[in-house]
C-alpha cells in the first residue's frame, strides 16, 4: 500500500459529565468522519478521575 493511501489515526477523548453533551460531541465526530481520510478513535469520559485513570 502506498503512503499516499494510508489513513492516520486520530485518537479523541471527550471528557464531561453531562452524557448529552458528550453524546453530541461524540455523533459530530462520526459525522466528521464520514468524509474523512482518517481513522478516528473516540473513548468518552465522564469524570476527571476516570480519564486520569486510563
Same mark, same amino acid.
Not at 493511501?5 to 492516520?8: D, G, H, R, V
Given at each position: 500500500?502506498? =503512503?499516499e493511501?494510508?489513513?492516520?489515526l486520530i485518537r479523541i477523548a471527550?471528557?464531561?459529565d $453531562?452524557? =448529552?453533551l458528550c453524546s453530541d460531541t461524540e455523533k459530530c465526530i462520526?459525522?466528521?468522519r464520514? $468524509?474523512?481520510q482518517e481513522f478516528y478513535d473516540?473513548?468518552?469520559y465522564y469524570s476527571?478521575?476516570?480519564i486520569i485513570e486510563d
Open positions: 500500500m502506498s =503512503r493511501n494510508e489513513k492516520t471527550v471528557c464531561d $453531562n452524557m =448529552r462520526f459525522d466528521y464520514e $468524509n474523512s473516540v473513548e468518552i476527571g478521575k476516570t
